[in-house]
């Protein structure tokens, strides 16, 4: 049997050895930004994905094993496990086969088989299938077998049992079963139509009349026709030709010219109707929700992560919007580290008079506290709250600029316990109006504070497996944190959790601990906190920045574990700590070339990838990896849709990615939409490959719909696209 080593190897295309390791550092409870980021010598350097798809097919194939064992546990205790089944088991590639392998010897619950059974016809069953050239008819042998007190009254009483039981036979046999499973997958079809005859329009209108292949169904269509026959409004089913179906069931099990052929080729075409189909038909829908759901939970951690990692925009006073009608706009200002300064409510909706007062009102805010930036939510009266901005900053000399943010998931901030503690005096609403101007300052630190499945950048997420949504997210969440670093003087509880090797628990006594005690002055003062030991020192550590400190090893992403390497590197280069504090220490690189990366790795007592990542961290300590980013585009005018003509080149920012496009944020509230047709004069498999959540790109207009709010994009030439 394959070692799950080397399959894993195999699969991901990484040495051997570099797979045990990492095998053995996730036994030792290391986390896997700890392992990706300090320890890349032990496996290549591979980076946090590759390294969370290695534990997830790790769980899987350890998970397989262990129903192995179970499986052939259960099967030797009826007293019969024989070599060749037990090889068979061990060779099972899924945990589907291992079922097929053990669906004979299943407890099964009472069926026309097992009735059959009781009723004593098992050997005219075996007798029949058997199919001996010189065996009797079917009918002859039945007369044997009748018997009135156990409810055979006639041949054909005793026909149809062994019928039953030979067609569970042909149901269990694990070989018939994979060839059909493939068979279907190859050849089989996904059909939709309408539950009522007369359909009114609706989303699933696509799927009124729709077939598919089913080796070729998009994830997104089988994701939509799942929630249209949940909402009873498709009928859904598998198509697939029955005769060629049934020709590798036949050539299995007929012995051509035997007196029972008939008759088995009969009970053959029963299992295939009545048990075969059925659960094929079954398992292929599962298999296409699995794959979908995995597709799209995939996709919703590709567009998360790139909007965690927006471009802060730092160092600002800034202004948060929270618009609305009713209850007016909700305003907030904070300062550059994101404490709250003043708050109000202005209602800009309510009439001109209303909007004056509100512009005054906010003019008067953004003097007294010198406000740099404007955050505005894109949620209800976004577009009046936008243009009455305009007119505001217009009338500052345009000392001002704005962003239009995503909202997605303020509301239930708001509403949190989180938010209650973190704003016990505040209304619900100007709690949306923090997080909103937080979000334009460091959207990472603001959006961790949020379930990610209501950020707002997947679809159908409330339709996933939760707890592998939630694994998944999460992951993505711990990734991005990590890769920045974490403030430990003034990060907030929700953002410390995701670093590695704390928790809830931790990062809430890192916090208590730095109420009752003042700044941390070094790292190693971590260990003080309670719960907080050795190991989780370990995997938290070089992810956690202490500006404070006067070691400037603690500023940066240099692990304490290397801090005497850290050291030596800069005696063979010449410089000092002081050097590295005052940013003087622009030539570490070139020097570090001209000694010989191998050397001064071996000298430093670290292998090159580790000496590389000191040499990064040192040329720029405190460096924040999403400043190398482009930056968040920010407005002083507004366009509305009216203003949008064919052929109009516009910059605008990706807000989602999805399988069938993506959509733009152009500046006129309403997101454009680029088909993936439009996304590159080359073909595109997903569109994942040409862009990602928060990129900045050019687009041409191609066509604009008012009334129904639509605005068709396109990233190619407008030759291009004319083409």
Same mark, same amino acid.
């Given at each position: 049997m394959e070692s799950i080593v080397h399959i894993l190897a195999r699969e991901l295309?990484?040495?051997?050895?570099?797979?045990?390791?990492?095998?053995?550092?996730?036994?030792e409870g290391n986390t896997i930004p700890f392992i990706a980021r300090y320890r890349k010598e032990l496996h290549g350097a591979m980076d946090d994905t590759t390294l969370r798809t290695l534990a997830d097919r790790l769980q899987y194939l350890r998970n397989l094993d262990k129903r192995r064992e179970e499986v052939k546990s259960a099967i030797e205790g009826q007293g019969k496990l024989t070599e060749e089944l037990s090889a068979a088991i061990d060779s099972a590639a899924t945990l589907a086969e291992v079922e097929d392998l053990y669906r004979p010897y299943k407890q099964k619950r009472r069926t026309r088989a097992t009735v059959a059974k009781e009723k004593g016809l098992e050997p005219l069953a075996l007798l029949l299938f058997a199919q001996a050239m010189d065996g009797p008819a079917p009918e002859q042998a039945a007369q044997d077998y009748i018997d009135p007190e156990k409810g055979v009254e006639t041949a054909a009483d005793a026909l149809q049992g062994a019928n039953d039981i030979i067609a569970e036979q042909i149901s269990d046999d694990a070989d018939i079963r994979k060839l059909l499973r493939e068979l279907v997958w190859k050849k089989g079809y996904l059909v939709s139509a309408a539950a009522d005859k007369e359909p009114e329009d609706s989303v699933y209108r696509l799927y009124y009349a729709f077939r598919s292949p089913l080796n070729r169904l998009q994830g997104h269509q089988v994701l939509a026709i799942n929630r249209g026959e949940r909402e009873d409004v498709l009928k859904v089913g598998v198509e697939m030709d029955r005769e060629s179906a049934l020709v590798p069931v036949r050539r299995r099990v007929?012995?051509?010219?035997?007196?029972?052929?008939?008759?088995?080729?009969?009970?053959?075409?029963?299992?295939?109707?009545?048990?075969?189909?059925?659960? $094929?038909?079954?398992?292929?829908?599962?298999?296409?929700?699995?794959?979908?759901?995995?597709?799209?939970?995939?996709?919703?951690?590709l567009n998360l992560k790139p909007l965690l990692l927006q471009p802060p925009v730092k160092g600002f006073v800034t202004m948060g919007l929270d618009p609305g009608y009713r209850n007016g706009c909700k305003v907030a200002v904070v300062d550059d580290t994101g404490k709250v300064l003043d708050t109000a409510v202005v209602y800009p909706t309510f009439s001109e008079k209303k909007k004056r007062e509100a512009?005054?009102?906010l003019s008067g805010l953004i003097r007294k506290h010198g406000v740099v930036h404007i955050a505005i939510g894109n949620g209800t009266a976004s577009r009046e709250t936008e243009q009455m901005t305009v007119e505001l900053i217009k009338e500052l000399?345009?000392?001002?600029?704005?962003?239009?943010?995503?909202?997605?998931?303020?509301?239930?901030?708001?509403?949190?316990?989180?938010?209650?503690?973190?704003?016990?005096?505040?209304d619900v609403n100007l709690r949306s109006a923090v997080s909103i101007a937080?979000?334009?300052?460091?959207?990472?630190?603001?959006? $961790?504070?949020?379930?990610?499945?209501?950020?707002?950048?997947?679809?159908?997420?409330?339709?996933?497996?939760q707890a592998r949504l939630d694994e998944t997210l999460g992951g993505v969440v711990e990734d991005c944190v990590n890769r920045v670093g974490v403030d430990l003087n003034t990060a907030s509880a929700p953002l410390l959790a995701y670093v590695a090797g704390l928790n809830n628990?931790?990062?809430?006594?890192?916090?208590?601990?730095?109420?009752?005690?003042?700044?941390?002055?070094?790292?190693?003062?971590?260990?003080?906190?309670?719960?907080?030991?050795?190991?989780?020192?370990?995997?938290?550590?070089?992810?956690?920045?202490?500006?404070?400190?006067?070691?400037?090893?603690?500023?940066?992403?240099?692990?304490?574990?290397?801090?005497?390497?850290?050291?030596?590197?800069?005696e063979l280069c010449g410089y000092t700590l002081k050097d590295v504090a005052a940013g003087a220490i622009?030539?570490?690189?070139?020097?570090?070339?001209?000694?010989?990366?191998?050397?001064?790795?071996?000298?430093?007592? $670290?292998?090159?990838?580790?000496?590389?990542?000191?040499?990064?961290?040192l040329s720029k300590p405190g460096r924040d990896p999403r400043d190398e980013l482009p930056k968040p585009i920010l407005r002083t005018d507004v366009m509305e849709m009216k203003d949008l003509k064919p052929g109009m080149e516009l910059t605008g920012t990706v807000r989602n990615v999805i399988d069938f496009g993506v959509f733009v944020d152009i500046g006129v509230h309403q997101d454009g939409l680029v088909h993936i047709s439009q996304l590159s004069?080359?073909?595109v498999r997903h569109p994942s490959e040409v862009c990602a959540v928060g990129d900045i790109v050019t687009v041409w207009v191609l066509e604009v719909d008012e009334k129904k709010k639509r605005i068709s994009l396109t990233m190619k030439q407008p030759r291009e696209a004319a083409v």
């Open positions: 295309g990484q040495k051997e050895s570099y797979i045990q390791n990492v095998v053995t550092l996730i036994d007929l012995h051509p010219g035997a007196p029972a052929m008939a008759f088995v080729r009969a009970a053959a075409e029963d299992a295939y109707d009545r048990l075969i189909f059925p659960s $094929v038909e079954r398992e292929m829908r599962n298999l296409l929700t699995e794959n979908a759901n995995e597709g799209a939970i995939k996709m919703f951690g512009i005054e009102t000399g345009g000392s001002v600029s704005y962003m239009i943010v995503n909202e997605a998931g303020a509301s239930v901030y708001s509403a949190s316990k989180l938010a209650a503690e973190e704003f016990p005096d505040f937080r979000r334009l300052q460091d959207p990472l630190a603001e959006l $961790v504070k949020i379930d990610p499945k209501s950020i707002g950048v997947g679809q159908y997420q409330h339709d996933m497996p628990t931790t990062a809430k006594n890192i916090v208590k601990y730095r109420e009752e005690n003042g700044a941390f002055t070094t790292r190693k003062q971590v260990l003080k906190v309670p719960k907080l030991g050795p190991k989780a020192f370990e995997q938290c550590a070089g992810f956690l920045r202490v500006p404070e400190s006067k070691n400037v090893l603690d500023h940066t992403g240099v692990h304490p574990e290397s801090y005497d390497a850290a050291q030596k590197l800069l622009a030539q570490l690189a070139d020097r570090v070339a001209a000694y010989g990366k191998e050397k001064a790795a071996e000298d430093c007592g $670290v292998g090159l990838p580790t000496l590389e990542d000191i040499v990064k961290e004069s080359r073909r």
